[in-house]
């Protein structure tokens, strides 16, 4: 299955913008207390002032596109992404945040990673360079976000803006429909076995945890993903190989997004990997953010208390 491309450019018409800078005007671009009334009229402006785009995406997701790319088009302020200002992020932050309340998916943080931020910043920060993760400049494996998780917990939906990319490195896409194509039954079966150990990656802060879990779940009928490619460890040899077959077959299906102010990516974590090669020399900023059907609009997760409660145990 392709990124699915939307035709209507999302067009951040003068009331749409007067709205956001409206809600966001008293927010500091380091901090951001979000609220969730905030966050509803946000979710609210950007369906009235843009219904055709919310149909078109909510139309796709109930199709069952795994990856919609849109971008935001037509108006002057769409030059305002092109820096990486406090302006540019705000916008940026507005709209990612609006068009997720929009068409059904909540944004919300976890209390160990960025201490909550619904908004996280994308970009190679100074000193982590080499890190595997988001504010590294070194490859970044296929994978998906939080599959350490519990299945309640790990984002549904994630949610990129480009600010400004002058490196052209593309983020690149594997849905697991495409993967599974590739795959034997065997393989298959031995994916949906808990034979892997999956770990916390680098942006969450606290004790080191670690999962021993499947890679593939049937949930409801369809199969699910979850697995950091670079650091999910097999228990078994059976196990290694299984893992080898899906690398092998999602670098193959894997399609390339590129970047440029104003794109954005829209991918259903439980679905999809995405990863990319190592930066290139020069500033590439994009912007995430974290969707839940079931979270509280900018609910921040505390996964130190749910361990601790007993909470955090599923499939
Ligand atoms: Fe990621």
Redesign the pocket.
């Given at each position: 299955m392709s990124i699915a491309h939307l035709d209507t450019p999302f067009r951040i018409t003068r009331p749409l913008a007067a709205h956001f800078a409206d809600a966001c005007i008293h927010l500091n671009h380091a901090d951001e207390p979000w609220g969730r009334d905030t966050l509803r009229t946000l979710g609210n402006r950007t369906r009235e002032c843009a219904p055709d785009l919310v149909e078109q995406v909510r139309q796709q997701l109930a199709a069952g596109a795994s990856c919609m790319a849109l971008r935001i088009a037509g108006t002057p302020l769409t030059s305002c992404l092109n820096t990486a200002d406090g302006a540019g992020r705000m916008l940026g932050a507005a709209t990612l945040l609006g068009l997720s309340m929009a068409v059904g998916f909540h944004p919300f943080g976890f209390r160990q990673e960025r201490a909550g931020a619904l908004i996280h910043d994308?970009l190679p920060e100074p000193g982590a360079e080499a890190r595997v993760s988001?504010s590294g400049r070194v490859q970044?494996d296929l994978?998906?976000?939080c599959a350490y998780l519990d299945r309640a917990l790990r984002p549904e939906i994630?949610a990129f803006i480009c600010l400004h990319d002058e490196t052209g490195t593309e983020t690149e896409i594997a849905t697991l429909a495409d993967v599974l194509e590739e795959l034997s039954e065997d393989i298959v079966h031995q994916l949906a076995l808990p034979d892997y150990i999956h770990r916390a990656?680098a942006s969450f802060s606290g004790e080191t945890r670690e999962r021993l879990s499947s890679i593939i779940d049937r949930v409801d009928g369809r199969w699910e993903i979850k697995v950091a490619t670079h650091s999910c460890e097999p228990r078994t040899e059976g196990a290694r190989h299984a893992l080898g077959a899906l690398i092998e077959s999602a670098r193959k299906q894997r399609q390339a997004c590129r970047w440029a102010p104003g794109q954005i990516l829209m991918l259903k974590n439980r679905e999809c990997l995405?990863?990319r090669r190592a930066i290139r020399p020069g500033a590439r900023h994009l912007l995430?953010c974290y969707g839940s059907t079931t979270q509280a609009p900018g609910a921040i997760v505390d996964l130190e208390a749910m361990t601790s409660s007993g909470q955090h145990h599923s499939r």
């Open positions: 994308v988001s970044f994978h998906a976000d994630l990656p995405h990863g995430r």
